[in-house]
């Protein structure tokens, strides 16, 4: 089965805090590339990263990172010193590459509230 | 490079009425996917389409719904006698084909469809 569970249906943090956001995945394709994706409240899919899952190197891009371990099945995403532009729906995604045509599997997202 | 368009952003219907949502993918891209995104969840695969092809659709609702991409003009998502359940945002993805890999996908903004 192809799923992705983000466990953690809303967050709040204050302003400036650290915050992770957990994303669990399964699929049974050795290749598949994994995304995040963010929601503000005005309602568009802002990318904002692709993994493929032969590069478990970890990404740093300005206050955002994500750790990435196949052997836990894991793409985790922390944004540091949070703000409150962060304040959106974060969509974690999975992309299984074995067919010929890719179907994104998106987790059921977790709602961040940044706290002035 | 203008990205996906979906219009229109948003659409009311009254109960039975017919809704369409269209959805222009980007310059060069020959293949487009449809989401559904009901409230509080994340989106759902619908169907895939290449011009003039019904590629998968293996998450499109079995009666009412229908999705058309043909050689020219955008791809149309149909939905027929809607029901208050169909409310939900609608979004639309769009991808370039190079050689026998698919690439990235771009989504548009949404169509949010209410249904009264």
């Known amino acids: 089965a192809q799923k992705v569970t983000q466990a953690q249906t809303e967050i709040s943090v204050v302003e400036k805090e650290d915050v992770t956001l957990d994303c669990v995945y399964e699929t049974r394709d050795t290749t598949y590339y994994l995304f995040w994706y963010k929601q503000p409240p005005s309602g568009e899919l802002v990318f904002l990263i692709r993994r493929n899952s032969f590069d478990e190197q970890n990404e740093i891009s300005g206050r955002y990172s994500w750790n990435f371990q196949k052997s836990t099945s894991s793409f985790n995403f922390t944004i540091t010193a949070s703000q409150v532009v962060d304040s959106a729906v974060y969509f974690c995604?999975?992309?299984?590459?074995?067919?010929?045509?890719?179907?994104?599997?998106f987790g059921p997202g977790t709602s961040l509230s940044v706290i002035p | 490079n203008a990205g996906v368009m979906q219009n229109p952003r948003h659409l009311v219907r009254r109960r039975g009425q017919e809704a369409r949502l269209r959805c222009s993918p980007m310059?060069?891209?020959?293949?487009v996917y449809w989401y559904r995104q009901l409230p509080e969840e994340g989106l759902k695969f619908m169907v895939y389409?290449?011009?003039?092809?019904?590629?998968?659709e293996s998450g499109m609702p079995k009666e009412r719904f229908s999705a058309e991409f043909p050689k020219e003009g955008p791809s149309i998502l149909r939905i027929q006698q809607v029901v208050r359940g169909d409310s939900a945002a609608y979004f639309c993805?769009?991808?370039?084909?190079?050689?026998?890999?698919?690439?990235?996908?771009?989504f548009g903004p949404g169509t949010r469809l209410t249904v009264t």
């Open positions: 389409l290449q011009k003039e092809n019904i590629i998968d």
């Open positions: 995604a999975l992309r299984p590459l074995k067919t010929s045509y890719d179907k994104v599997i």
């Open positions: 310059k060069g891209h020959s293949h």
């Open positions: 993805a769009s991808s370039p084909l190079r050689g026998k890999v698919l690439y990235e996908q771009y």
